[in-house]
């Protein structure tokens, strides 16, 4: 099985979970794409649900195959968000934000009753930290910022390279207009204090920690899909 059929796999499992009439965030990113795609044959088959989407790249996907989908404020509170990761360990604490969309998946993913992460068994880790940590910043002082980080991480004692996203030529720009660093600090043995450190910033408006946050993993790998409870 390669890794595309192993997220179909944890997608196809995920659909389980839905149920007529929810309201459903739905992530972002290559395995949540799947998703999308076996909800989409879901709902021409009669499934009703409203899609809460957490990026314009996961609305235009819906929207081609015919997902309803409403804004966040028209559907403040959701029954279940289901999303990727780039990483996560046995306590079900994520990393996530390596497709860009890491602050509205984290305000979707708090706006919803449980959250379900989906990912082929790559993405399953001992300790987090192989995937550098995406950080999004305002740009304005993102200079400042990016110095703020590195100081809050060696408090910890923690260092590496805070590069910021580029996407080609230019400096990659989150769909609410933000930019991301892309932190290396390799393993991140406390995580909680990491994000107590990064949130205490002024120019930090999220970072891609998800802690206590989803409820339920799928994780498929070549003997098929099974779940990871926090
Ligand atoms: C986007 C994310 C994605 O969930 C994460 O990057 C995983 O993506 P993929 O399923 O393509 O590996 O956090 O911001």
């Given at each position: ?27 972002t ?51 279940l ?16 934000g390596?497709g ?61 390279e ?15 207009g ?5 932190a ?43 779940t990871?409870?926090?």
């Open positions: 099985m390669d890794a595309r059929e192993m997220k179909v796999k944890a997608a196809e499992a995920a659909l389980a979970h839905v149920e007529d009439g929810m309201r459903l965030g739905i992530g990113g290559s395995t949540a794409d799947e998703f999308v795609r076996l909800l989409a044959e879901k709902v021409h088959g009669g499934l009703r649900i409203q899609g809460v989407p957490t990026s314009e790249r996961t609305a235009r996907l819906c929207v081609e195959l015919g997902i309803p989908l409403k804004s966040l404020d028209e559907l403040p509170e959701l029954d968000t289901i999303d990727g990761a780039d990483e996560l360990d046995a306590d079900l604490t994520l990393v996530k390596g860009g969309a890491l602050l509205r998946e984290k305000i979707v993913a708090a706006a919803s009753a449980r959250m379900l992460v989906i990912a082929d068994e790559s993405k399953l880790v001992n300790t987090l930290g192989a995937f550098p940590l995406p950080i999004e910043v305002n740009p304005f002082g993102h200079k400042a910022t990016r110095i703020a980080i590195e100081k809050a991480a060696s408090r910890l004692g923690l260092s590496g805070v590069k910021l996203r580029r996407g080609g030529e230019d400096v990659f720009t989150t769909d609410g933000h930019y991301i660093f892309d290396s600090f390799g393993r991140i043995p406390d995580a909680e204090a990491l994000s107590g450190e990064l949130n205490s910033i002024p120019g930090v408006l999220e970072h891609g920690l998800f802690i206590h946050m989803a409820s339920l993993a799928i994780i498929a790998g070549e003997a098929g899909a099974w990871l409870k926090a």
